[in-house]
């Protein structure tokens, strides 16, 4: 198993342009998280799934994030009509949900709009 | 609602000393507490967690934590550090009472390990 994967690792993209992150689970995890880390700040929720289901999306996203797991395998992760504040690593994370939980996490995508 | 807290944005050792990095939380339900560290360009990895049983447990790399319900903490421990320790250390805290999934971070710890 080659752990999380997550794509590209770098995106640069100007104020207005609509971007996609893709992030490939371990493969006998259920669960799949993408979670937000700026400089000096831990990694903040945005979303998971259990499968391909959508369980839970923070209250702090706004309506251009959409996330998807449509076949319970990987992940997209889009960001419409990106914006300055929307500079920041994007993290991946899996786990099982019948183990306690702790989650193994991709290396990020990270996110600059000029 | 859950939370975690981290006092101290910088931890300095000296090697071969103990460490401690402190982590406070607050949930709803049971606790479910875990320690990952971040070395530079590199993505979280697991350290160790608290779910139930002993309020000491032990992770990798010779670290350990200590879970105290009363204080509600989950301070991180080594008995000698070494200067490869330094990172950046996470606690996060999940309800284990209910089934959700949704684990919460404080804003991490950097810990500095001097020759």
């Known amino acids: 198993d080659t752990g999380v994967s997550q794509n590209p690792r770098h995106k640069i993209t100007k104020r207005g342009q609509n971007v996609t992150f893709r992030c490939d689970p371990i493969?006998?995890?259920?669960?799949l998280y993408w979670y937000r880390q700026t400089l000096g700040q831990g990694p903040e929720f945005l979303t998971y799934?259990?499968?391909?289901?959508?369980?839970?999306k923070s209250r702090l996203l706004s309506d251009r994030f959409s996330a998807e797991r449509p076949k319970g395998s990987f992940s997209t992760l889009e960001i419409q009509r990106t914006e300055q504040g929307d500079s920041a690593m994007y993290l991946c994370?899996?786990?099982?949900?019948?183990?306690?939980?702790?989650?193994?996490f991709g290396e990020g995508s990270r996110l600059t709009v000029l | 609602a859950q939370s975690v807290a981290q006092p101290e944005d910088q931890v300095n050792v000296a090697e071969g000393n103990p460490l401690t990095v402190k982590c406070t939380y607050s949930?709803?339900?049971?606790?479910?507490l875990f320690w990952y560290v971040q070395y530079p360009n590199r993505g979280l990895q697991f350290l160790l967690k608290?779910?139930?049983?002993?309020?000491l447990v032990k992770g990798s790399y010779g670290f350990e934590a200590e879970f105290n319900k009363s204080q509600t903490s989950f301070h991180l421990k080594k008995p000698s550090a070494l200067v490869s320790d330094s990172a950046l250390y996470f606690c996060?805290?999940?309800?284990?009472?209910?089934?959700?999934?949704?684990?919460?971070f404080g804003d991490g710890t950097t810990l500095t390990v001097k020759p």
């Open positions: 608290y779910i139930t049983g002993d309020n």
């Open positions: 996060a805290v999940r309800d284990g009472g209910t089934n959700a999934g949704k684990s919460t």
């Open positions: 493969s006998e995890h259920n669960r």
């Open positions: 949930v709803s339900g049971n606790p479910y």
């Open positions: 799934f259990q499968n391909e289901a959508q369980l839970e």
């Open positions: 994370a899996s786990s099982f949900e019948r183990e306690s939980g702790e989650l193994f």
